[in-house]
């Protein structure tokens, strides 16, 4: 199902991502990031629910089957390195920000910072161009609203 979009989000020239493209790429990152540290439980299914929400203004019900597809997509996507360089070419800068706080919210979603989790983030991060400042600045605006 997913062979067709993975393969023109790994392409060596990705071009731009479509709105309902981002938004799968997004929440798969969101998932991968969740599994991390092989514990991928109801309340980090349910942050990503809520973030995937409010970032896109879906209902409940469409906000369950994002995340249903990202799962799938996940399950099925390359290595993290290309799929978040993918990633990284097709949304702009402040934007990847703002991936990197959702990333935060999954991860702290079980109030435990498992270090595989932020192993990953970290490479994430650098590999969305997100400065390490930024990341750190991030991750502090995440955990004052915890």
Do not use: C
Request: a negative charge.
């Amino acid at each position: 199902m997913f062979a067709d979009f993975l393969k023109r989000l790994t392409d060596p020239q990705p071009e731009q991502l479509h709105d309902d493209d981002a938004r799968l790429a997004l929440t798969a990152l969101l998932v991968r990031v969740a599994r991390a540290d092989g514990v991928y439980d109801a309340a980090e299914a349910q942050r990503i629910d809520r973030i995937t929400t409010a970032r896109y203004g879906l209902s409940p019900e469409a906000a369950q089957d994002l995340r249903a597809q990202a799962e799938e997509l996940e399950s099925q996507a390359p290595d993290t390195v290309r799929f978040t360089r993918a990633i990284k070419d097709a949304v702009p800068y402040d934007h990847r920000i703002a991936v990197i706080e959702a990333l935060w919210l999954v991860v702290l979603a079980d109030h435990d910072r498992d270090a595989r989790e932020d192993a990953l983030l970290r490479l994430v991060s650098n590999l969305l161009g997100v400065s390490d400042v930024d990341s750190a600045m991030a991750r502090q605006r995440v955990e004052d609203k915890e």
